[in-house]
């Protein structure tokens, strides 16, 4: 099991920036690539971004491109995800996912951060 713990989020008004980071513990050999997630009110979980654990390889939502840079520190274990240009349109909670090698699944989820964009 992956262990996750998010943390950078809050309240900013549109245009202002954010950095979530996504400390990872426990059986991060098994994990394949780090993504995250949203969440908001009334709808279902989204794919924001991921980003492969060993190449660095990294992917967006269409809606996040330009302005969203998903990175990680391997030393650190941890991903991040640096967001710009904030809309209201992007006020969820933040998921940390673990997609791991045997499964290709996000099997493992962080609690999530709250990130609230007021216009």
């Known amino acids: 099991q992956v262990r996750l713990v998010e943390s950078g989020g809050g309240l900013v008004q549109a245009g202002d920036s954010l950095r979530l980071s996504c400390a990872a513990s426990?059986?991060?050999?098994?994990?394949?690539?780090m993504g995250w997630f949203r969440q908001a009110p009334g709808k279902e979980r989204e794919f924001v971004a991921a980003?492969?654990?060993?190449?660095?390889?990294?992917y967006y939502a269409d809606s996040v491109k330009g302005r969203f840079t998903i990175s990680r520190d391997n030393a650190k274990n941890t991903v991040y995800l640096q967001m710009n240009s904030l809309k209201p349109e992007d006020t969820a909670v933040y998921y940390c996912?673990?997609?791991?090698?045997?499964?290709?699944?996000?099997?493992?989820w962080g609690q999530g951060t709250q990130v609230t964009v007021s216009s």
């Open positions: 996912g673990a997609e791991s090698w045997r499964t290709r699944e996000y099997d493992d």
């Open positions: 426990g059986r991060t050999f098994t994990v394949y690539a």
């Open positions: 980003i492969t654990w060993s190449g660095g390889s990294t």
